[in-house]
């Protein structure tokens, strides 16, 4: 959210990472860790993201009585399953849409927390009815295009996702209207603060409550530093790869 784009962060903008013997960070930006969430703590950055996005929906519907009961998220990554967590400990219910089968880990996961799992490639998005948020995270720009229809009026489109360009095909001008007439918000977001790592903190605990177990689930594979390229080398059913030191 930096006006001037005159930002550095570890990782991501003129700062190396973590990964070194050593580093040194300012404590003002550091959040403590309890130790009962110890091991699973390294999910705290893509949770940070999806907190993000589902806090900055809720800031922005307080123009109005907003009463959300339904939800869709596009993707179910990391980030994409740790929203369907967030989302369900507010109470929504929740549909996760993706490509693996039914009766695949993410799809089991998303059942288990009292989620709907689709198959996209066995059910179209269009056919599963409106929503009064809807969290795109796939970056497939015209799986974002048709997500926009699929909001009821007053609903909001967070867009997750880092999207290719591509050429539009729909009706530009019926989205618009539909987006006007039906006071509709569609919005970005992209990375997160120390308040939603902080946040994160307490969503965990409560994730851990109502599903215990389910965030040590998320982790399909761990390995050593001088094994780091297997965490790179993904397979059909992981999820979460984590280095440990």
Same mark, same amino acid.
């Given at each position: 959210m930096c006006l001037t784009g005159q930002y550095k962060e570890h990782g991501i903008k003129g700062l190396h990472g973590f990964c070194s013997e050593y580093s040194v960070s300012d404590i003002n930006f550091l959040v403590p860790v309890?130790? =009962?969430?110890?091991?699973?703590?390294?999910? %705290?950055?893509?949770?940070?993201?999806? /907190?993000?996005?589902?806090?900055?929906?809720?800031?922005?519907?307080?123009?109005? $009585?907003?009463?959300?009961? +339904?939800? &869709?998220?596009?993707?179910t990554g990391p980030v994409g399953l740790l929203t369907v !967590?967030? &989302? +369900?400990?507010r109470g929504l219910d929740v549909t996760a849409v993706a490509t693996r089968p039914k009766d695949s880990l993410k799809a089991r996961i998303v059942e288990?927390?009292?989620?709907?799992?689709?198959?996209?490639?066995?059910?179209? $998005?269009?056919? %599963? /009815? *409106?929503?009064? &948020?809807? !969290? =795109?995270?796939?970056?497939?720009?015209? &799986?974002?295009? =048709?997500?926009?229809?699929?909001?009821?009026n007053n609903g909001v489109l967070c867009l997750l996702g880092i999207y290719q360009p591509k050429l539009a095909t729909q009706d530009i001008g019926h989205s618009y209207d539909d987006i006007v007439l039906g006071n509709k918000i569609? @919005? /970005?977001?992209?990375?997160?603060? *120390?308040?939603?790592?902080?946040s994160g903190i307490q969503? @965990?605990?409560?994730?851990?409550? +109502? @599903?215990?177990?389910?965030?040590?689930? %998320? @982790?399909?594979?761990m390995v050593g530093p001088s094994d780091f390229s297997k965490a790179y080398s993904p397979t059909k059913d992981d999820i979460k790869s984590v280095i440990s030191f």
């Open positions: 309890p130790a =009962e969430l110890s091991d699973v703590a390294v999910l %705290l950055e893509p949770t940070s993201v999806a /907190g993000k996005g589902v806090f900055q929906s809720f800031k922005i519907q307080e123009r109005m $009585i907003w009463k959300p009961q +339904r939800a &869709l998220v596009l993707g !967590l967030l &989302l +369900r400990i288990k927390i009292g989620g709907t799992y689709v198959n996209a490639n066995d059910q179209s $998005i269009t056919s %599963l /009815g *409106k929503f009064d &948020l809807i !969290l =795109e995270e796939t970056g497939v720009a015209t &799986l974002a295009a =048709e997500a926009q229809g699929l909001l009821n569609t @919005f /970005g977001s992209v990375n997160a603060n *120390k308040r939603y790592f902080v969503d @965990f605990k409560t994730i851990q409550q +109502r @599903f215990p177990g389910i965030l040590k689930s %998320l @982790f399909t594979k």
